[in-house]
């Protein structure tokens, strides 16, 4: 991902606009915010329940484009119409591996040389059901699919949903070695700060769940987890990262392997961030920036990197237990703070195609539009790098995240509450130098903020409080949003 990053231009301040898998998939695939397409949970499917608003692949689709899906790109179930929006958005059925289904089954071998469903599971990938994983099985078929693009010539869009870093931690056990326990340190706030509003804490019930962590018998809803289990969770999860970035640098391997890399874009980035200890938190199911930022990168041929001369490859494989593979330089980056909603437009730009137009004030009779701004003006030549801050509007330097809550204190379903349980919306404003939260009363029948009935806020100042541990609120005058500030 690092070779990618050095050929793209890396988008360093992005934010996903709800930190949960279904509601921000929908939000990004559709360039609306949550409030637009009324999924806080996984319960409904936006086009029966709000509108029948466009997506990404759908408009592609429109324009003559061959769409195809492979892995995890909407939320399988209800929130997808248990189709992945077939026949809307994708040209072919969308492809899931058929490994999947034993994520959460009992495949983990513990201590006790018995099979459990533990967050945490290193595994020998000969000896797991099919002899295979998930995303290893979605690069092969991805790379199928492109072999398939390059014989017929059509325009392609090709969506890969990688499952890892998920949890369970599933992946291949040689991946630990690149991370030795002794080097694993917690996380540099592993406290739940003194000022954090009940409301704001996320009390990870879905970690809880696993049978390694139901064994610690942990206190509900703070915990703690013993520090060398979180340094077990922590190199683990790193681990993770490093499986994934074998399997992007097959995929993009395969870019150059069928010559495809000087005539195709590449953007690269997830639907939520994660808590590895940080806050005394795990999971997602939260208004930080550790688990609202994300990665966002484009490589775009002949404009974020020169194209390649005959023969050259952009994108060679680099093997990470390879100790003498070559390091890559940094590409391009931008400091703008971005949302996830920018992903539409941009990629139509792109692409050379008519980018939607704004969304009026309500959207919802509206099938194609954008909440998003468009964000081809980063990919212009300059002379020399800007400070992307100095020239825009201020407006524009806003990102928007919010998340729902059951009750004003921690609840077994705080992290994942149904629509019809939602008493309480935190919506959260990160700019250049803060975040400012507010947990405001929610009818969840009329979908209605009522911004007069405050909860509880935060205030973090960046510079100074960089990890988001002092809660400023209480010395501030607080209150309702700045009219000038919402979205």
Wanted: charged share 20%; net charge negative; glycine share 6%.
């Amino acid at each position: 991902m690092d070779q990618l990053a050095s050929r793209s231009l890396l988008f360093q301040n992005a934010f996903a606009q709800q930190a949960v898998c279904a509601p921000s998939r929908v939000s990004l695939l559709t360039g609306r915010r949550p409030d637009t397409t009324r999924l806080y949970d996984f319960n409904s499917y936006w086009r029966a329940h709000s509108g029948n608003f466009s997506t990404i692949p759908q408009y592609f689709k429109e324009n003559g484009y061959v769409t195809m899906s492979v892995g995890k790109v909407f939320h399988p179930g209800v929130s997808s119409n248990h189709s992945d929006d077939s026949p809307y958005s994708w040209s072919v059925p969308p492809y899931h591996p058929s490994s999947e289904k034993y994520e959460n089954t009992k495949t983990c071998r513990g201590p006790d040389g018995e099979l459990h469903a533990n967050l945490l599971c290193p595994v020998d990938v000969a000896d797991v059901p099919e002899g295979t994983l998930p995303d290893k099985q979605s690069t092969e078929q991805a790379v199928r699919l492109l072999g398939k693009m390059k014989t017929s010539g059509s325009p392609f869009f090709l969506a890969v949903g990688y499952h890892k870093p998920h949890i369970p931690f599933r992946y291949p056990k040689e991946f630990q070695k690149l991370y030795p326990l002794e080097n694993i340190t917690l996380a540099p706030d592993p406290q739940v700060p003194a000022g954090l509003p009940p409301v704001a804490y996320n009390p990870w019930m879905d970690i809880r769940q696993r049978e390694d962590v139901q064994a610690l018998n942990l206190s509900v809803p703070y915990g703690p987890i013993p520090a060398d289990f979180q340094r077990k969770i922590r190199q683990s999860y790193f681990a993770c990262v490093s499986y994934l970035d074998t399997q992007v640098g097959h995929l993009l391997s395969a870019l150059d392997d069928l010559q495809l890399a000087s005539s195709t874009i590449v953007a690269l980035t997830s639907d939520h961030g994660w808590a590895l200890g940080e806050h005394g938190e795990w999971a997602k199911y939260s208004n930080f920036d550790v688990t609202t930022r994300v990665p966002l990168l484009f490589y775009v041929p002949g404009r974020t990197a020169p194209l390649p001369a005959a023969g050259d490859r952009l994108f060679p494989y680099l093997d990470p237990f390879d100790s003498i593979s070559e390091s890559v330089e940094p590409g391009r980056q931008a400091g703008d703070l971005v949302e996830l909603l920018s992903l539409f437009p941009t990629l139509a730009g792109l692409a050379g195609l008519p980018v939607p137009p704004r969304c009026p004030i309500p959207s919802f009779h509206v099938e194609l539009c954008r909440e998003g701004r468009n964000l081809l003006k980063h990919f212009q030549v300059r002379d020399s790098e800007e400070d992307l801050y100095i020239r825009g509007n201020p407006r524009e330097l806003v990102a928007y995240s919010q998340y729902p809550r059951p009750a004003d204190s921690p609840q077994w379903n705080s992290d994942k509450p149904s629509l019809k349980d939602i008493k309480v919306m935190g919506y959260s404003i990160r700019t250049v130098d803060y975040r400012y939260t507010v947990w405001v009363g929610f009818n969840p029948r009329e979908f209605l903020a009522n911004f007069s009935d405050v909860h509880a806020g935060e205030l973090y100042f960046v510079a100074s409080d960089p990890w988001q541990d002092h809660n400023m609120y209480n010395d501030s005058q607080g209150g309702a949003l700045p009219r000038s500030l919402t979205p």
